[in-house]
Nanobody
């Protein structure tokens, strides 16, 4: 089973930037979709962005479009989320996840998850 480990979370002021990383224990298949989700207490996990590992094709939630960028580094099997112009509403635990082939934003379609990293944006 693919293991995913997130890092890079922290506390930042509104308007600032953070870069999250997600290290995979093995090379994802080209058809795999690697995604970022976030969750706040009492709420469901929310889709943020996804990327198809082989082609690099990406998709974003409307709430982060133009501010966040998802990318990957194939040589190190690492997924990134560059977050700019952060807002207090971005405060959440951020998770990376893998879907074997479904191009989807539905968390239930993802079968491997990291442990999460906390992002806190102060106003």
């Amino acid at each position: 089973q693919l293991q995913l480990v997130e890092s890079g979370g922290g506390l930042v002021q509104a308007g600032g930037s953070l870069r999250l990383s997600c290290a995979a224990s093995a090379r994802p298949f080209s058809s795999s979709i690697l995604g970022w989700f976030r969750q706040t207490p009492g709420n469901d996990r929310e889709f943020v962005a996804r990327l198809r590992w082989g082609t690099g094709y990406t998709s974003y939630a409307d709430s982060v479009k133009g501010r966040f960028t998802i990318s990957r580094e194939k040589a190190t099997n690492t997924l990134f989320l560059q977050m700019n112009r952060l807002e207090p509403g971005d405060t959440a635990v951020y998770y990376c996840a893998r879907s074997r082939s479904e191009w989807t934003s539905v968390p239930a379609q993802y079968d491997a998850w990291g442990q999460g990293t906390q992002v806190t944006v102060s106003s």
